[in-house]
């Protein structure tokens, strides 16, 4: 057998590295056309959602989704804006996450582009985890309504890579297209419907209650309202609170939001500053800890300790707090560094150097 050394022949070793990077794209791209979701995106995109039938999980570009909240914490996003700008990988491992197809070994390459399904590959057939799906209701008007996954397709929709025309996958949680209830105004039911059975938080930054002809149309920043608390409770997460011990109710960091609002104020003006964004996440962690355990919280019928309370600030905590603005000894940024550094690009040099 006669050994090739590298150093030598080069050009070899270059020519055998491309054929197997094109190897691997070319197998790539057959995988993910083989899926039999993938197979159904274009008929789904030009398919009204009065067709679509409870349980189904089909396609629909992000343009023509409905909100069925009016707020979201933008912060939230500009850290997942931030952070894909920085890490290309962590934007197409979420795209998966959402297909139901896992966030891990995604393959995608300088051609990928998330308008493009196929133009790059998922670990896991999608749908394989189907609980990882957003959620959407077809209204009597013919849309969809997103019942879940406002914050991560407000990402999407924002994402230099991403907008309007991109498609995602969403699980039809129910066809309300055609009311049991016959009436005049069959979209005024619907909303009822939405908000009975917990599906829509119709409230504005100030908590007074919004009709439903005034929601807004799409999801985005440029279209849901900031409501700065969420975004303060979701920074808090694994400090005051954590979400993996919270009941599974919907809008669960609103309603947290909601009763920290009635004991701590904000300057939206000042978030700008880290000190005093820190100091604010600060205060609203130490605020959940105090509050007594059997406190209910907002109007969500469930306490305090039911939704993820922390017994104490414990050193995850401080782990956890001291992480949000910059991480590891080589001092990435942490989720605040992110949020904070995307919307002040000149503010990234010295948030952690």
Known sequence: MVLISPKSH?????????FAALLSTACQAKISQSDPYLASLKTDLQTKPFDFEKGQFRWIKLGDLRPTQALIGHDQVNYKLGRYQAEPQKMYQE?????????????????????????FSCSQALVSRSSDIKTAIVAPDGQLYLTDGHHTFSTFMDMRRGGANMPV???????????SIQTKTPMAQFWQDLASSNNSWQFSVKGAAIDYQDMPKHVGRQFLANQAFRSLVYFANGIGWDKTLAAPINFLEFHWGQTLA?????????????????????????QMLAYAPDKVIAQSHYSAQQLGQKKAWNKQSSKRFKQLLCKGKKKHLGKLGYALSYQHPGLLTELCH
Request: proline share 7%.
């Open 10 to 18: 080069a050009p070899w070793g270059l020519a055998i590295a491309l």
């Open 95 to 119: 795209i998966c996450e959402s297909y139901g197809a896992s966030s891990n070994k995604v393959k995608w390459n300088a051609q990928s582009s998330p308008l493009q399904p196929a133009s």
């Open 262 to 286: 009635e004991d701590i104020s904000i300057d939206p003006a000042r978030l700008s500053d880290s000190d005093y964004y820190l100091a604010k996440i600060e205060q609203v962690a130490r």
């Open 169 to 179: 996958l969403v699980k039809i949680q129910e066809n309300w297209s055609k009311p």
